[in-house]
């Protein structure tokens, strides 16, 4: 059973317009949410992170939205840019885990001229 | 970036045989984790260390043995490797505390199984 899980395989959204990544997940005890990207050919590497004690964290071009109550979090990019044309991965922990990240499936987000 | 590298970058081997993957960081981070990655399934935990000698197993462990002899380097072994371990495996770190839970990922290795 997929605690982390990230409903759309794929994206595909205009240059210059606002792309919108969801991720929902079960594990109420989870407190700490990461995203990554990745390339192909090279590993993720890691893009924004939220603690579940806040519901929003920005990072220039990308911020982070968390809705406790739903589960639910997204990422925004906005603009969109080419360079933006990844598989984007949702990842969560609790205090508990040792550190273990649980990943969702990716969304290969693609970014049209 | 982070200072971690995996070798080799792609190997092609025998249903049956043995096989060893080698992660090394220069970062002097404790925490070190060994994933694969499949189609549909993002990442998968194998086996994780959290210091020399310290080992334990993630959600895909079987057929999956690790090494941890020094802070720098973390082996991935397959004992007789199969058909269902053709997968990219990625080598990730982290140091509790210095950045929470982030981890930083080395460039994968390709691994196909015959």
């Known amino acids: 059973d997929q605690q982390v899980k990230q409903n759309s395989p794929s994206l595909s959204v205009q240059e210059g317009r606002i792309s919108i990544l969801n991720c929902d997940y079960t594990n109420s005890m989870f407190d700490y949410f990461l995203w990554y990207k990745k390339y192909p050919a090279e590993g993720p590497t890691f893009l924004i992170s939220i603690s579940s004690i806040k519901d929003k964290n920005e990072d220039g071009r990308f911020t982070v939205f968390l809705n406790k109550s739903a589960k639910h979090l997204s990422l925004h990019i906005v603009p969109s840019q080419p360079g933006d044309s990844a598989v984007y991965f949702c990842?969560?922990?609790?205090?508990?885990?040792?550190?273990?990240?649980?990943w969702g499936a990716g969304t290969k987000l693609i970014i049209k001229p | 970036d982070a200072g971690i590298t995996q070798s080799p970058r792609h190997k092609v081997t025998e249903t049956g045989t043995p096989v060893t993957l080698r992660c090394h960081q220069t970062e002097n981070h404790r925490y070190m984790y060994w994933y694969r990655q499949d189609p549909g399934h993002g990442l998968r935990l194998i086996h994780y260390?959290?210091?020399?000698?310290?080992?334990d197993k993630g959600e895909v462990s079987d057929g999956y043995s690790v090494s941890r002899s020094k802070t720098e380097d973390f082996l991935l072994t397959l004992e007789s490797a199969t058909s269902s371990q053709t997968s990219v495996y990625f080598c990730a770190i982290s140091e509790p505390g210095l950045s929470t839970d982030t981890q930083y990922f080395g460039p994968g290795t390709r691994l196909t199984v015959l």
């Open positions: 990842a969560a922990s609790d205090m508990d885990s040792n550190y273990q990240l649980i």
């Open positions: 260390s959290y210091g020399v000698k310290d080992t």
